[in-house]
Nanobody
Framework: QVQLVESGGGLVQPGGSLRLSCAAS????????MGWFRQAPGKERESVARITAGGNTYYADSVKGRFTISRDNAKNTVYLQMSSLKSEDTAVYYC?????????????WGQGTQVTVSS
């Protein structure tokens, strides 16, 4: 069984920073793409950033220049460094990963962590 466990959310003032972490654990052969998504109240879940196994990164236009995604393949962990946070960044942030199990790829999700940007 594969689990993704997120940490690092919380309350931060506008202009502040937070770092989210998401670690994959369980029995699997490897982890391919990993990414962060978010869902604000009353809105659909949207992609924030993603990173391939080789380290290529992609960002939503709304976070370019402010957020940085990275990963530690040895720890099967993905990070999201968020800076210059705005109130519109308030959402539940979810980690997603494509995990290889018994030769097949499966999508897994974390439980979500709340990020609130408010003064």
């Amino acid at each position: 069984q594969v689990q993704l466990v997120e940490s690092g959310g919380g309350l931060v003032q506008p202009g502040g920073s937070l770092r989210l972490s998401c670690a994959a654990s369980g029995s699997f052969a490897g982890v391919n793409a990993m990414g962060w998504f978010r869902q604000a109240p009353g809105k659909e879940r949207e992609s924030v950033a993603r990173i391939t196994a080789g380290g290529n990164t992609y960002y939503a236009d709304s976070v370019k220049g402010r957020f940085t995604i990275s990963r530690d393949n040895a720890k099967n962990t993905v990070y999201l460094q968020m800076s210059s946070l705005k109130s519109e960044d308030t959402a539940v942030y979810y980690c997603g990963a494509v995990v290889v199990v018994a030769g097949y790829q499966y999508d897994y999700w974390g439980q979500g962590t709340q990020v609130t940007v408010s003064s």
